[in-house]
């Protein structure tokens, strides 16, 4: 029984570069959530899908950062241009539905130099 | 969302009751508790949660005050793995957006 996945763990991308972050929600889960924990706070909410629809992306900062949830495939949190502002560790959450009981991958630590 | 109090940080010998509490005072009607730890650099995990009846898992139990203004997190036997950041999250039944706050750092001793 599978987890939520994802890959890769650790990302290290020059300023300016891209950054593509995978997430597999477990088994049977449709409801994709992405968080993002910058160095010594705590986590924040950036963007809810479903497969092929973003629900909500209130999170998310509104230049160079993008998701999305193909029908078949993995969630891809991408993030153009990264800046050093862009350290910090992603992670992405599933759920059955829509709601708080959501299982968490362990996470994408991104570091830009 | 109804905002959460945890205390800062707790200490708990292994194999004694942890208790961890949190307030909730203007939690509505139709919200819940949620209860999530972050051990070290992982990514959080699920506890527990409940709405005005006590909760128990595998995991924890759930003990939520009959005016729903506070509940405590017990870990009956914690052990040196318990330590971690315990959060405490209210949320409606259709919410999906967690609010980690700042949470209760836990460290279980030997």
């Known amino acids: 029984n599978a987890g939520v996945m994802q890959n890769p763990r650790h990302l290290v991308r020059r300023r300016g570069q891209e950054a593509r972050l995978r997430c597999s929600p477990m088994?049977?889960?449709?409801?994709v959530y992405w968080y993002r924990q910058l160095p010594e706070e705590g986590l924040k909410f950036m963007v809810y899908?479903?497969?092929?629809?973003?629900?909500?992306e209130s999170g998310m900062p509104k230049e160079r950062f993008s998701a999305e949830f193909p029908k078949e495939g993995p969630s891809i949190l991408r993030i153009q241009q990264v800046v050093r502002g862009d350290s910090a560790a992603y992670f992405c959450?599933?759920?059955?539905?829509?709601?708080?009981?959501?299982?968490f991958g362990p996470g994408t630590r991104l570091t830009v130099t | 969302d109804a905002k959460t109090t945890q205390p800062p940080s707790m200490d708990c010998a292994e194999g004694r009751a942890a208790n961890l509490p949190c307030n909730h005072s203007?939690?509505?009607?139709?919200?819940?508790v949620y209860w999530y730890r972050q051990i070290h650099s992982q990514g959080p995990q699920y506890i527990i949660h409940?709405?005005?009846n006590n909760e128990t898992n595998e995991m924890a139990s759930l003990i939520i005050t009959e005016d729903r203004k506070s509940s405590t997190l017990i870990l009956p036997h914690a052990t040196l793995r318990d330590t971690a950041v315990y959060y405490c999250?209210?949320?409606?039944?259709?919410?999906?957006?967690?609010?980690f706050g700042k949470g209760t750092s836990l460290l279980v001793t030997p």
């Open positions: 999250i209210v949320n409606g039944a259709s919410g999906y957006a967690l609010n």
């Open positions: 959450a599933s759920s059955i539905r829509g709601a708080s009981e959501q299982y």
């Open positions: 409940g709405l005005k």
């Open positions: 899908l479903q497969k092929e629809n973003i629900i909500d």
């Open positions: 203007t939690i509505s009607g139709n919200e819940y």
């Open positions: 088994k049977g889960h449709s409801h």
